[in-house]
């Protein structure tokens, strides 16, 4: 039995624009989905999941997602979920050259689905990365970032960036740029993120992008602008990582603080950022009213992390204030404070 257990993440910046080209800069969080692998004699896959916010549930089969689970939970979100540890187990069997490979599967996680923390990307991580070790064929990092992207890709109908993927395989902070994916280095910044219990589609929300950047210069432009908002980002992080600043190097470095003036900057940019998505049409009341919840509390600088349309917002604040303004927000579900995750996918048991 192999365990293994990957990151969510949320977006510092850059979340769909990065789809055409831009830049974005996620950092993930300590929040994992486990997966556990068990190689069967049969090619048979049987997956159990717990804790997916689907009261869990147990279905055996051994092809693919066309066969309808028999369980009462949401059709769409089973789907979701069996699609992903589906496509996680082709790449797998692809790896290991071991294409009749079986497995008996179980995914727990504490990363709510389709909200914007990336929980697709953790189980699709942590379950190629169990099921090549289940069968004693272990893959590096890099073709497991690869093999991850290409199976969410798979599943989203070619509308996936590697940024999950390879944020939740190397932790950290990293940078995406098309093909383009580094780990960068940045300063433990104070993540509080807000979740009103709900999910977007991703497919229909970075379509309705797609749409609106065909038939507006001005929406494309808006797509540009959010590059622009990354890297402005990148360079205060880079700059902040070169003079030092707490917390961005490899050394640990209890409660020191990232310092204000850098805090205050990435916040302007955060919400600046949050305004053009706005004005894409990604955002939603429930996220708009965290948002603002976030700001009026102190938060430096608050935005929806993801594909939007509903799930989470993500603040920086090193005080409690923000956590505490959200637990009282109307249509937020849950609050908390997410630490950055330093270390991406990792095995609990080999
Ligand atoms: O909601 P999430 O965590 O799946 O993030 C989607 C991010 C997008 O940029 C909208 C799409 C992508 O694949 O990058």
Redesign the pocket.
């Known amino acids: 039995m192999t365990v293994c257990e990957a990151p969510g993440k949320v977006?510092l910046f850059g979340?769909?624009a990065?789809?055409y080209g831009e830049p974005?800069v996620p950092a993930a969080i300590e929040r994992r989905a486990a997966v556990t692998a068990e190689p069967r004699s049969d090619d048979h896959v049987r997956v159990e999941a717990e804790d997916l916010s689907l009261n869990g549930f147990t279905v055996e089969y051994s092809g693919g997602t066309g066969d309808h689970p028999d369980v009462d939970v949401p059709t769409p979100l089973v789907e979701a979920a069996m699609g992903y540890v589906d496509a996680a187990v082709r790449q797998a069997r692809d790896a290991a050259d071991a294409p009749d490979a079986g497995f008996d599967i179980t995914v727990e996680s504490d990363i709510p689905l389709?909200a914007?923390?990336?929980s697709?990307a953790a189980v699709v991580v942590a379950g190629i990365d169990a099921a090549t070790r289940a069968l004693g064929e272990p893959i590096d990092r890099r073709e497991l970032a690869d093999r991850a992207y290409r199976a969410e890709h798979e599943v989203?109908d070619g509308?996936?960036?590697r940024?999950?993927t390879f944020c939740s395989t190397m932790g950290g902070a990293v940078r995406v740029e098309g093909d383009d994916c580094e780990p960068i280095e940045a300063p433990n910044l104070p993540f509080v993120v807000g979740f009103d219990g709900g999910a977007?589609d991703?497919g229909e929300?970075?379509a309705g992008v797609g749409e609106l950047r065909e038939e507006y210069g001005f929406a494309a432009d808006t797509v540009e602008s959010i590059g622009d908002v990354v890297r402005t980002g990148e360079a205060l992080l880079a700059d902040a990582v070169a003079e030092g600043a707490p917390g961005s190097g490899s050394e640990p470095t209890g409660d020191a603080e990232p310092p204000a003036e850098l805090l205050a900057e990435l916040g302007e940019l955060m919400d600046f950022n949050h305004g053009l998505l706005s004005a894409l049409g990604v955002s939603a009341r429930s996220l708009d009213s965290m948002v603002w919840a976030a700001r009026n509390a102190g938060a430096h600088g608050a935005k929806l992390t993801?594909?939007g349309g509903g799930?989470c917002i993500v603040a920086l604040d090193e005080s409690d204030a923000t956590e505490t303004a959200l637990s009282f927000t109307q249509g937020c579900e849950d609050a908390f404070r997410a630490e950055l995750a330093t270390e991406g996918v990792r095995v609990v048991e080999p």
Do not use: K, N, W
């Open positions: 977006y979340e769909h990065v789809v974005a389709g914007g923390l990336g697709s989203q509308q996936a960036s940024a999950d977007g991703t929300l970075v993801g594909a799930g």
